[in-house]
């Protein structure tokens, strides 16, 4: 089993793939068929020219803050795969490819982003909480969701994702402390993408790893190359299959790198060298798991193209939907916190209308 054969504590990557696509280890290379390998690759695609043409309608004065997953498709494609229908994912900001393997509409992700309060509406049938925004709170969501699963005997698993800056939060530490007492199936993800905004992982913690921090709540831990899809897929599904067997949580340590800014308000070059970036480059996880495909014979340059084409005329009228169509209405950011308004969001909302009115 990888989990005991990759000590968290040591700075030891689980890898099966290094960055020119080469198999380290055949037999860890996982069982997918060509359909699956061509869709994770093609959901990665999706994400980058999601990504791509957002930070572009951002910059147009199109879009409001947005925060970009360039580099961090394998984590998150990678893990999110790893799920049955019937789990549950629970996100941070940065999950768009999770997202895109959950089902959630792209529409939904762009309202989102675009301020509508229907960005964060979940449709029917889809297990997924929406995006969270105060650093590390959703972990305690994920936890309870967990625990509540165990009592109603239910053998559906959460997949809980933070960055690396957000295990310096209590609400981290509190929600790996319950799930682990009340053995909660719940797989956490850290996305550890080297910075916290512009604080740096060699100041977030003095932990070797961040994977190591399992250890102290009884856990399983591991360190896995968070730009390789399969090491990060073989992970993931190793722990939802044991969280699913009532053996408890998992933490996993997802080590990759965020190319691009913390969010379309961060200037990344105030805190980091261009140099650093471009080592990192030719790490690209798209770029890794094409060149596998390609040696393999799966992935061909006609089918690429043809894909990237509609991925982006699929990207563009999406967006082109919601533009100068979603205006938010005042009584939706209020409703929906509760299933009947309480008496101080109701005062809340009529003077907030009055404001609007102009204090009449």
């Given at each position: 089993m990888?989990?005991?054969?990759y000590?968290?504590?040591?700075v030891?990557?689980?890898?099966v793939?290094?960055?020119n696509?080469?198999v380290?280890?055949e037999?860890?290379?996982?069982?997918l068929?060509d359909?699956?390998?061509?869709?994770l690759?093609?959901t990665?695609l999706?994400s980058r020219?999601i990504d791509?043409?957002?930070?572009s309608?951002?910059?147009?004065?199109r879009?409001l803050?947005y925060?970009?997953?360039?580099g961090q498709?394998?984590?998150q494609?990678?893990s999110?795969y790893?799920?049955?229908?019937n789990d549950?994912?629970?996100?941070s900001?940065?999950?768009l490819g999770?997202?895109l393997?959950?089902?959630?509409?792209?529409k939904?992700?762009?309202?989102?982003?675009?301020?509508?309060?229907?960005?964060?509406?979940?449709?029917?049938?889809?297990?997924a909480?929406p995006?969270?925004v105060?650093i590390?709170s959703?972990?305690q969501?994920a936890?309870?969701i967990g625990?509540?699963?165990n009592?109603?005997?239910e053998k559906?698993v959460?997949?809980?994702?933070?960055?690396?800056g957000?295990?310096?939060?209590?609400?981290?530490?509190e929600?790996l402390?319950?799930?682990a007492?009340f053995?909660?199936?719940?797989?956490f993800?850290?996305?550890?993408?080297?910075?916290a905004?512009?604080v740096?992982r060699?100041?977030?913690?003095?932990s070797?790893?961040?994977?190591?921090?399992?250890?102290a709540y009884g856990m399983p831990g591991?360190?896995?190359?968070?730009?390789?899809i399969f090491?990060v897929y073989?992970?993931?599904?190793e722990?939802?299959?044991?969280a699913?067997?009532?053996k408890?949580?998992?933490?996993?340590?997802?080590?990759?790198?965020?190319?691009?800014a913390?969010?379309?308000s961060d200037d990344?070059?105030k805190y980091r060298?261009n140099?650093?970036v471009?080592?990192w480059?030719?790490?690209?996880?798209i770029?890794?798991?094409?060149?596998?495909?390609?040696?393999?014979?799966?992935l061909?340059e006609?089918?690429?193209?043809?894909?990237k084409?509609?991925?982006e005329n699929?990207v563009t009228?999406?967006?082109?939907?919601?533009e100068n169509?979603s205006?938010?209405?005042v009584?939706?950011?209020f409703k929906?916190?509760y299933?009947?308004?309480?008496p101080?969001?109701e005062e809340?909302?009529?003077?907030?209308k009055?404001?609007?009115?102009?204090?009449?």
């Open positions: 990888r989990f005991e054969v000590d968290p504590s040591e030891k990557q689980y890898r793939l290094d960055p696509g080469e380290l280890a037999e860890d290379v996982p069982s068929s359909e699956e390998l061509l869709y690759y093609k990665m999706l020219i791509e043409k957002t930070l309608y951002q910059r147009q004065g879009m803050t925060a970009p997953n360039i498709e394998a984590a494609v990678g999110a790893a799920m049955e229908e549950w994912f629970v996100p900001f940065r999950e999770g997202w393997v959950k089902r959630v509409p792209l939904n992700i762009y309202l989102y982003w675009y301020g509508n309060e229907w960005g964060s509406y979940i449709p029917e049938g889809i297990k909480l995006v969270s105060p590390a959703q972990l969501h936890t309870g625990m509540a699963n009592i109603k005997g559906d959460v997949l809980a994702y933070v960055g690396d957000g295990t310096s939060q209590g609400d981290f530490h929600a402390n319950f799930a007492v053995k909660a199936p719940v797989v993800v850290v996305q550890n993408n080297q910075y905004i512009s740096p060699r100041e977030q913690t003095a070797k790893t961040i994977a190591q921090k399992a250890i591991i360190l896995v190359d968070g730009n390789d090491a073989n992970a993931s599904k722990a939802v299959d044991r699913r067997r009532g408890g949580p998992t933490l996993i340590e997802a080590y990759t790198y965020r190319l691009g913390h969010t379309t990344p070059t060298e140099e650093e471009e080592k480059k030719p790490k690209d996880p770029l890794r798991f094409k060149k596998y495909l390609q040696k393999k014979g799966t061909t006609e089918w690429e193209e043809k894909t084409k509609e991925l699929q009228s999406t967006f082109e939907e919601i169509k205006d938010t209405l009584d939706d950011i929906y916190h299933e009947t308004m309480p101080h969001l809340q909302l009529e003077e907030y009055s404001f609007l009115e102009g204090g009449k």
